[in-house]
């Protein structure tokens, strides 16, 4: 009785998992074939708003120009084959035809209605993309009347002018977009059926109204999909009927078979083991219990070995950052050593001159060496702490910047008081401030005044680097996003510094403070909040 209770339960529990499965993948199907569609909408859709958005087509709107006609729809030519539409029709504002293109023209002229069907139903809608069923009477091929159908508005270039009329254009849905379905649905074919009462509705970007009455087919045991399509006006276009053998429910019921077999053995022996020996059933748990053990910790394993192969992941980002740190010193370098030569080819190499530019250089070269220490902490999680003061940190940058930027006034107001000092990323901090200034005076170099105010303040508690700069701002769509890994506005040879992510992983992690960014009346500014220890 127990055995057989368990079989029961265990069959409806397991037969409905296989059946949400079977419902699941038949919701993923259904969206491809939607995906399919839209995929052929999209083709067109860009194809028409192409036209659309064309100041030849504009102008032969006003003034119907033959050359226009000849150089791109006239007879003999391939202009609806290359598209790979059927027709396009191009209207005025009073609906009235200023011409139209055909690829099958004895088709069009059996079934000469089509073109003034379609400007009758779609005169008054606005620019749309949908699917179109002509009825054409005694037409037994049900796949000869239905059509994607595009409709924009036609203006030129650049949306200036008002809108003087329309483009039309379909594509006969067509074997290839059944032999694409094909690949999803064992069966595909065109029907005319409709449900009131369906069970699922779908929408896409093109296809807002799709409903699907799903059932068995016991002639074929197989899971059967009325697809019904409308278009934008809520009228019916199309049907598909869908076929898929239950594979997964068979499947299912053969493993349900074996596991209810195997589960009424398991059980006999077990009800046999706890009346026999319930020691033995003890010793069984403690085997079980070791090889959860066991496989627990050769998951554990993997899991030491995916992590060693992140650091690898990671230590060749370091070396790319490492190059994109150093390109820009090493330019500076290069200048430095011209200068000298230049200097000495000139006779105006002067003792005073040499000292700048090798202090310079030697400075340029120490830092490079401290952004590899830098790079190499930055993805080492044991960060090392130092003590040190703003003054400090404020000398190095400016003679970095000073070092790579001589177009741009920098204009400094230091407003602290107090000696406290920081704890952190001593050369870190350097990096995140030269990269705000470097991205300021790049900011402004379409400008002719490049103009940067560096403001230091502070209260009780924490230190305020505030970066202003006087460009354009920052774009308010990607303004939130600047911080984001891997999100920038420039080329990677045009690159400096250490990015705005790093920038924001520097403060966070190894300075225990914060940065944001926003757009003034004049320009952006960003600002660094540091804590004092």
């Not at 046999?272 to 085997?287: A, H, K, P, S, V």
């Amino acid at each position: 009785m127990i055995v057989l209770v368990l079989v029961i339960t265990s069959y409806k529990f397991f037969i409905k998992s296989f059946e949400d499965l079977e419902s699941q993948q038949n919701r993923k199907n259904l969206s491809s074939i939607l995906d399919i569609m839209n995929k052929k909408l999209s083709y067109i859709d860009a194809i028409i708003n192409d036209y659309a958005k064309w100041d030849d087509t504009y102008n032969f709107i006003n003034n119907k120009s033959d050359d226009y006609i000849y150089e791109n729809f006239r007879e003999g030519t391939n202009t609806l084959e290359d598209l790979k539409i059927e027709f396009i029709i191009f209207t005025n504002l009073k609906n009235e035809i200023i011409f139209t293109s055909t690829i099958d023209n004895k088709y069009y002229k059996e079934n000469n209605h089509l073109v003034e069907n379609i400007l009758d139903e779609y005169s008054q809608s606005k620019d749309f993309v949908t699917i179109y069923k002509e009825n054409v009477k005694d037409n037994k091929d049900l796949s000869k009347n239905k059509f994607y159908l595009v409709k924009r508005a036609i203006s030129n270039s650049d949306n200036s002018a008002k809108t003087n009329g329309y483009i039309y254009a379909g594509k006969l849905i067509s074997d290839s977009t059944f032999n694409s379905i094909k690949n999803v649905f064992s069966e595909v074919k065109i029907n005319e059926d409709t449900y009131l009462n369906n069970d699922i509705t779908l929408q896409s970007q093109y296809l807002k109204n799709v409903k699907v009455k799903i059932s068995v087919n016991e002639t074929c045991s197989c899971l059967e999909n009325t697809i019904q399509i409308y278009d934008d006006k809520n009228n019916y276009s199309m049907s598909l009927i869908t076929q898929n053998k239950r594979t997964l429910i068979q499947e299912g019921k053969t493993t349900i078979f074996y596991y209810n077999l195997i589960l009424s053995i398991f059980v006999f022996i077990v009800l046999f083991l706890i009346f026999r020996n319930q020691r033995l059933l003890q010793t069984y748990n403690r085997e079980l219990e070791n090889k959860v053990n066991e496989a627990v910790t050769t998951l554990r394993e993997k899991d030491k070995l995916l992590f060693q192969q992140s650091k690898l992941a990671s230590m060749g980002e370091m070396i790319g950052n490492i190059a994109h740190q150093w390109r820009q010193p090493l330019n500076i370098l290069s200048l430095l050593i011209q200068k000298i030569e230049i200097k000495y080819q000139t006779n105006s190499l002067d003792e005073k001159t040499l000292n700048e530019i090798v202090d310079k250089s030697k400075l340029l070269t120490n830092n490079m060496s401290e952004t590899i220490e830098d790079f190499m902490n930055f993805f080492n999680p044991k960060q090392n702490d130092e003590l040190f003061d703003i003054d400090d940190i404020l000398e190095k940058t400016l003679n970095l910047f000073h070092a790579r930027n001589n177009l741009c006034k920098l204009s400094i107001s230091n407003n602290l008081t107090s000696n406290n000092k920081l704890r952190g990323s001593k050369n870190g901090l350097i990096q995140v401030v030269l990269n705000l200034l470097s991205n300021a005076s790049d900011s402004m170099k379409d400008i002719d005044e490049c103009k940067i105010d560096l403001i230091l303040e502070e209260d009780e508690k924490n230190l305020y680097i505030l970066v202003k700069d006087y460009g354009l701002g920052i774009k308010e769509e990607i303004l939130e996003r600047i911080f984001e890994p891997y999100f920038t506005t420039k080329f990677k040879s045009h690159g400096i510094g250490i990015g705005l992510y790093m920038c924001k992983m520097v403060i966070e992690e190894n300075m225990k403070g914060s940065i944001v960014a926003q757009n003034d009346k004049v320009g952006a500014t960003f600002k660094i909040t540091i804590p004092y220890i």
